[in-house]
């Protein structure tokens, strides 16, 4: 979207930008998606002017997960527009309807791409990072379990990964990556992306008003943004009636809420019901320049969001207008209050927390005064003019690049894309080794000719439909291994093809082909016989994943399996033996320099065991952290943790355990306070993070198995 079409702060970026960018002297058009009206139907194409900026604008088809990350017919309008205006850079902000594809597409004319990541987008097809049940989202190879499936260009289904794949996939292949705060920077790196150039969106200092406040008989509250449940509007609509609720409060406050969203009727019907005693007025929707009229002329800006917003443009904007600033403790937030000194954090969704923060700042006005005097000092830091100046340095750089390992792809194609094939698709990172390049499952229809030479295998599901016969025509000319059903149409294709009874030798198959892609060689049969070989080695991996019980020791009965691992909640907190901070909602840390945990197996033999520990680490900037790992006073392994979290694996033998199967792992860590490496205000000192542990019979075990 482009203005006046406006979702959210990604579009107003855009604009901004714009317009500075053409200021500096740069010639700028703008392609831009639209949504669909009577006048405008979809796939309409018009050419507007907006504030002298050249628009073109696509009426998109879908805003759908299922079709709003592809389209060809975006990038035939992009192509056409490159050809007539000839630009050094592509720079992209929001393609969500218009699609990641339009980034090959300006590559292939000789384009430089730059794309600026204003949400969770490129990993989470929901763009907020948040489960169904409204949790936090931490496991970013699990999009099944929010959406398993979407419908395919001609019907039917195909998993959600194969999404997901594509879209991060796509995003690779750009040039640069650029992430307004550190926060989303640190979690595109988690989710497997290069980690993007962190440059702050800015806000324009020149036309924010930053008036001299003064305390009045009333603190003066506001809240700027959408209205739903992911912007906290039913929090904040909570906090406000226990201030009501407070008689000593009574006609020293009010709040303006405004903005636009589903959830406007709950608004405007709550403040008609005068809950809040007359406290709380509801603005509706206001023009931007309105908005920041209503920011300067409040004494402390409310964000309550409970979704990990990127860099939040209300809090930005509160910043340069020398408000205070109340936000929860949650996303980018963090880098843009300073808790205590120009405003307050709380945790997301606690609406008696956000009460409170409020309560605090009613009854101590000059304390508020005192934060907005800060934030007003902080506008030169986040002075738009900045950003603009590192951004025309980046965009005209073409040495100043994010590319990275664009994973292994595995095209894929076939009529048989059944619940099972789903599930096995969506358990397929469990058969992925740590090392080995990220596997792209890519749809037929999704990936032109001059990607081929990248793909390592063609996987037909089942026969292959009508529009599948010139993909496997293709494969077979170019000498592309095929991945087929035994007994399928597919499957007799000679040499070239590659066969499978049953879908667990499927994914050791699809495995193989990552652990060979350094080493393939060109030839067809050679690229065949090695496959083969690999997938001999990896292909039980999801097959025979251990389950491991305790029957006696620190851990309660807990079953492990394929997709099944310990958390809180589910057998982590019985593992713990010795040297651990009390268990939170996501984890725990360790509290000593040398933690244990303790294991029993179900079986009561020892055995040769992998376990993969899900660890996050408080890491300084610009530095890493050390770990080790033992079995009693053993090393197994020692590992440097350069990001913020790390799967690590560690394999334990029968000479760790006890004869009834039992063993210990102990993990060394340095102790680390939070606020010594952030803005947190968290003193403890702390050493390693543990999230979650899965636990594999050992390969060696395995392939022992195979040969008795």
Same mark, same amino acid.
């Given at each position: 979207?482009?203005?006046?079409?406006?979702?959210?702060?990604?579009?107003?970026?855009?604009?901004?930008?714009?317009?500075?960018?053409?200021?500096?002297?740069?010639?700028?058009?703008?392609?831009a998606?639209?949504?669909p009206?009577?006048?405008?139907?979809?796939?309409?194409? #018009?050419?507007?002017?907006?504030?002298?900026?050249a628009?073109?604008?696509?009426?998109?088809?879908?805003?759908?997960?299922?079709?709003?990350?592809?389209?060809?017919?975006?990038?035939?309008?992009?192509?056409?527009?490159?050809?007539?205006?000839?630009?050094?850079?592509?720079?992209?902000?929001?393609?969500t309807?218009?699609?990641?594809?339009?980034?090959?597409?300006?590559?292939?004319?000789?384009?430089?791409t730059?794309?600026?990541?204003?949400?969770?987008?490129?990993?989470?097809?929901?763009?907020?990072?948040?489960?169904?049940?409204?949790?936090?989202?931490?496991?970013?190879?699990?999009?099944a379990?929010?959406?398993?499936?979407?419908?395919?260009?001609?019907?039917?289904?195909?998993?959600?990964?194969?999404?997901?794949?594509?879209?991060a996939?796509?995003?690779?292949?750009?040039?640069?990556?650029?992430?307004?705060s550190?926060?989303?920077?640190?979690?595109y790196?988690?989710?497997?992306?290069?980690?993007p150039?962190v440059l702050?969106?800015?806000?324009?200092?020149?036309?924010i008003?930053?008036?001299?406040?003064?305390?009045?008989?009333?603190?003066?509250?506001?809240? #700027?943004?959408?209205?739903?449940?992911?912007?906290? #509007?039913?929090?904040?609509l909570?906090?406000?009636?226990?201030?009501?609720?407070?008689?000593?409060?009574?006609?020293?406050?009010?709040?303006?809420?405004?903005?636009?969203?589903?959830?406007?009727a709950?608004?405007?019907?709550?403040?008609?019901?005068?809950?809040?005693?007359?406290?709380?007025?509801?603005?509706?929707?206001?023009?931007?320049?309105?908005?920041?009229?209503?920011?300067?002329?409040?004494?402390?800006?409310?964000?309550?969001?409970?979704?990990?917003?990127?860099?939040?443009?209300?809090?930005?904007?509160?910043?340069?207008?020398?408000?205070?600033?109340?936000?929860?403790?949650?996303?980018?937030?963090?880098?843009?209050?300073?808790?205590?000194?120009?405003?307050?954090?709380?945790?997301?969704?606690?609406?008696?927390?956000?009460?409170?923060?409020?309560?605090?700042?009613?009854?101590?006005?000059?304390?508020?005064?005192?934060?907005?005097?800060?934030?007003?000092?902080?506008?030169?830091?986040?002075?738009?003019?900045?950003?603009?100046?590192r951004?025309?340095?980046?965009?005209?750089?073409?040495?100043?690049?994010?590319?990275?390992?664009?994973?292994?792809?595995?095209?894929?194609?076939?009529?048989?894309?059944?619940?099972?094939?789903?599930?096995?698709?969506?358990?397929?990172?469990?058969?992925?080794?740590?090392?080995?390049?990220?596997?792209?499952?890519?749809?037929r229809?999704?990936?032109?000719?001059?990607?081929?030479e990248?793909?390592?295998?063609?996987?037909?599901?089942?026969?292959?439909?009508?529009r599948?016969?010139?993909?496997?025509?293709?494969?077979l000319?170019?000498?592309?291994?095929?991945?087929?059903?035994?007994?399928?149409?597919?499957?007799?294709?000679?040499?070239?093809?590659?066969?499978?009874?049953?879908?667990?030798?499927?994914?050791?198959?699809i495995?193989?082909?990552?652990?060979?892609?350094q080493?393939?060689?060109?030839?067809?049969?050679?690229?065949?016989?090695?496959?083969?070989?690999?997938?001999?080695? #990896?292909?039980?991996?999801?097959?025979?994943?251990?389950?491991?019980?305790?029957?006696?020791?620190?851990?309660?009965?807990?079953?492990?399996?394929?997709g099944?691992?310990?958390?809180?909640?589910?057998?982590?907190?019985?593992?713990?033996?010795?040297g651990?901070?009390?268990?939170?909602?996501?984890?725990?840390?360790?509290?000593?320099?040398?933690?244990?945990?303790?294991?029993?197996?179900?079986?009561?033999q020892?055995?040769?065991?992998?376990?993969?520990?899900?660890?996050c680490?408080?890491?300084?900037?610009?530095?890493?952290?050390?770990?080790?790992?033992?079995?009693?006073?053993?090393?197994?392994?020692?590992?440097?943790l350069?990001?913020?979290?790390?799967?690590?694996?560690?394999?334990?033998?029968?000479?760790?355990?006890?004869?009834?199967?039992?063993?210990?792992?102990?993990?060394?860590?340095?102790?680390?306070?939070?606020?010594?490496?952030?803005?947190?205000?968290?003193?403890?000192?702390?050493?390693?993070?543990?999230?979650?542990?899965?636990?594999?019979?050992?390969?060696?075990?395995?392939?022992?198995?195979?040969s008795?």
């Amino acid at each position: 979207m482009f203005p006046p079409e406006v979702v959210g702060g990604a579009e107003i970026i855009a604009h901004r930008q714009a317009l500075a960018l053409r200021a500096r002297g740069a010639e700028v058009a703008v392609m831009a998606g639209g949504l669909p009206r009577p006048d405008f139907p979809r796939g309409a194409w #018009v050419r507007e002017t907006v504030d002298g900026l050249a628009v073109h604008r696509l009426s998109i088809r879908s805003m759908e997960p299922d079709a709003n990350f592809h389209s060809p017919a975006a990038a035939e309008r992009l192509r056409a527009l490159v050809s007539e205006w000839r630009p050094d850079v592509a720079h992209f902000h929001n393609l969500t309807g218009l699609g990641v594809n339009l980034i090959p597409t300006a590559k292939q004319c000789g384009v430089r791409t730059v794309v600026t990541l204003h949400d969770h987008w490129g990993f989470c097809f929901k763009n907020t990072r948040l489960r169904n049940d409204g949790s936090l989202c931490e496991a970013f190879d699990e999009c099944a379990a929010c959406l398993p499936s979407i419908v395919a260009p001609e019907g039917g289904a195909l998993p959600m990964r194969l999404r997901r794949d594509y879209v991060a996939w796509r995003l690779t292949q750009a040039d640069l990556l650029i992430s307004p705060s550190e926060y989303l920077a640190q979690t595109y790196a988690m989710a497997g992306f290069p980690r993007p150039v962190v440059l702050s969106n800015g806000a324009p200092c020149d036309s924010i008003p930053a008036p001299a406040r003064h305390a009045g008989a009333k603190v003066e509250f506001a809240a #700027v943004g959408y209205l739903g449940e992911h912007k906290g #509007v039913p929090v904040l609509l909570r906090a406000a009636e226990r201030l009501a609720r407070d008689p000593e409060l009574a006609g020293r406050w009010t709040l303006t809420i405004a903005g636009h969203g589903h959830l406007e009727a709950k608004v405007r019907a709550a403040v008609a019901d005068d809950r809040f005693g007359g406290a709380v007025r509801f603005a509706g929707r206001l023009a931007h320049e309105d908005a920041l009229a209503l920011i300067a002329g409040a004494h402390v800006v409310v964000v309550a969001s409970s979704w990990p917003e990127n860099q939040s443009v209300t809090l930005l904007e509160a910043l340069a207008s020398g408000a205070a600033q109340i936000a929860s403790r949650i996303g980018g937030n963090p880098e843009l209050v300073r808790e205590g000194e120009t405003g307050f954090l709380f945790a997301p969704d606690d609406d008696e927390a956000l009460a409170g923060a409020m309560r605090r700042l009613i009854v101590e006005p000059e304390l508020t005064l005192s934060f907005g005097r800060r934030n007003a000092l902080r506008r030169l830091e986040f002075d738009e003019g900045r950003t603009i100046d590192r951004l025309w340095a980046l965009l005209s750089d073409a040495g100043a690049v994010t590319r990275a390992d664009e994973g292994v792809v595995v095209l894929c194609a076939g009529r048989d894309w059944s619940a099972d094939v789903a599930s096995m698709v969506d358990h397929l990172h469990l058969a992925e080794a740590e090392g080995d390049p990220r596997i792209r499952l890519i749809w037929r229809d999704w990936i032109g000719p001059r990607h081929w030479e990248g793909a390592k295998l063609l996987w037909v599901s089942g026969e292959a439909g009508k529009r599948d016969a010139p993909v496997v025509s293709q494969a077979l000319e170019g000498g592309l291994p095929i991945l087929a059903q035994a007994g399928s149409a597919c499957a007799s294709a000679g040499q070239a093809a590659v066969t499978y009874d049953n879908l667990l030798e499927a994914a050791g198959w699809i495995a193989a082909a990552a652990a060979s892609a350094q080493d393939r060689p060109q030839e067809a049969r050679r690229r065949r016989d090695l496959l083969c070989a690999r997938a001999a080695l #990896v292909g039980a991996r999801l097959a025979q994943a251990t389950r491991v019980t305790a029957e006696a020791g620190p851990i309660a009965r807990a079953v492990l399996g394929p997709g099944v691992e310990l958390r809180v909640g589910a057998g982590l907190e019985r593992a713990l033996a010795d040297g651990w901070e009390p268990v939170e909602d996501w984890g725990v840390w360790s509290s000593e320099p040398r933690a244990w945990l303790g294991f029993t197996l179900r079986d009561g033999q020892a055995a040769r065991l992998r376990l993969v520990l899900r660890l996050c680490a408080l890491i300084p900037k610009g530095g890493n952290r050390r770990i080790r790992l033992f079995s009693g006073k053993r090393l197994l392994r020692q590992v440097t943790l350069r990001r913020p979290q790390m799967h690590v694996s560690v394999r334990i033998g029968p000479r760790d355990m006890t004869a009834e199967g039992a063993f210990e792992l102990g993990i060394d860590a340095d102790l680390v306070r939070p606020s010594d490496v952030s803005d947190s205000m968290d003193r403890r000192a702390l050493g390693i993070g543990l999230r979650a542990i899965k636990i594999r019979r050992s390969l060696i075990a395995r392939i022992a198995g195979r040969s008795a």
